[in-house]
């Protein structure tokens, strides 16, 4: 944005000239320099512009992506999407991890964040048998 010290500079140099066609000269520089200034703000405007409608456009992207069918029965959060590979898996509700699912334990939370279920392997697969494709 050197432009705008030039428009100052130029300002300075007409308070300082006495003769008329110094004074067109710059004024005339002043008005390119000006000129110049409105071409970028638009040229950065219009950039500007482009990115909002790219970030919306990835935005939809990602939430396409990252979507994620969430059903919460008897305490456990049941996901299914891409990362389960379209299938239901436990999760804890309390923190969104993964459930880990001991053979003749109740499920808990993987990072062990102090949920626990209560309810057992088979009874969760019991559960999502229930629900409706």
Known sequence: MGEIKDI????IKLLQMKEAK???GE????????????SQ?????????RLIEENSELRRELAAATAEDVRIH???EL???????GKWAAFCPKCHM?????E???????VDCGWRSGVLPSDLESMVRTFKE
Not at 41 to 49: V, Y
Request: charged share 25%; proline share 2%.
């Open 104 to 110: 003749y334990q109740d499920a808990f939370c993987s």
């Open 74 to 76: 008897c305490g456990v």
């Open 79 to 85: 996901r299914k999407g891409k990362r389960t590979s």
């Open 8 to 11: 100052a500079d130029l300002t």
């Open 27 to 38: 004024i005339l520089k002043i008005q390119s320099l000006a000129s110049s200034v409105q």
């Open 41 to 49: 703000q638009a040229e950065m405007l219009e950039r500007d512009l």
């Open 98 to 102: 993964p459930a880990t699912e001991g």
């Open 22 to 24: 110094q004074f067109a």
